[in-house]
Nanobody, 126 residues
């Protein structure tokens, strides 16, 4: 059974940092590109960033320079380190997985990813 389990969400003040983790089971994590998405109330789910199988990262402009994605294939876990958080970052954050080849392009669309976690709430107060 494929499972993606996010953790690390919470309530922080503007300017603070938070690290999310997503642990994957039931699939070959090392063959997955991993993505982070978020969805604020009343808005569509949006791309935050992604990490490819070789470890290359790509970010949405809104988080570039503040957020960092990393992965630990031994732990089957992908991380989202968020710093300089602001109230506009408040959302439910989701991780997602897509099986890819090593030379695959960067995937940023919601429909590109086939497996999803249940999400974790991040609230940034001003």
């Amino acid at each position: 059974q494929v499972q993606l389990l996010e953790s690390g969400g919470g309530v922080v003040q503007a300017g603070e940092s938070l690290r999310l983790a997503c642990t994957v089971s039931g699939r070959t994590f090392s063959r997955d590109a991993m993505g982070w998405f978020r969805q604020a109330p009343g808005k569509e789910r949006e791309f935050v960033g992604t990490i490819t199988r070789p470890g290359s990262t790509f970010y949405a402009n809104s988080v570039k320079g503040r957020f960092t994605i990393s992965r630990d294939n031994d732990k089957k876990t992908v991380y989202l380190q968020m710093s300089s958080l602001n109230p506009e970052d408040t959302a439910v954050y989701f991780c997602a997985a897509k099986a890819t080849i090593l030379t695959a392009p960067v995937y940023t669309g919601v429909d590109d990813f086939s497996a999803w976690g249940q999400g974790t709430q991040v609230t940034v107060s001003s």
